[in-house]
């Protein structure tokens, strides 16, 4: 299931951490950086300018505990 997971979210982040480093154990969360929209995708009026929401629903979907911390934008 999690192979599975790993899969649905991987076309919308960049998995960075033990993830990548392929040091992760028991204990380790999953450390990501959201992927950019192109521009042509991104909706002035509400500035979706990531993929936020659809990495949020397949979340939810596997009933996995989420928690985020904004380090900054780069565009």
Known sequence: MFEEFLQRIAPYVVVCGSFAKGTENEESD???FL???PIDEV???ISNDT???EVLAIIKEYGF???SVLIGHIA
Do not use: F, G, K, L
């Open 35 to 37: 992927r950019s929209r």
């Open 30 to 32: 999953i450390d990501c």
């Open 51 to 53: 993929y936020m929401p």
């Open 65 to 67: 505990i989420t928690d």
């Open 43 to 45: 909706d002035p009026e």
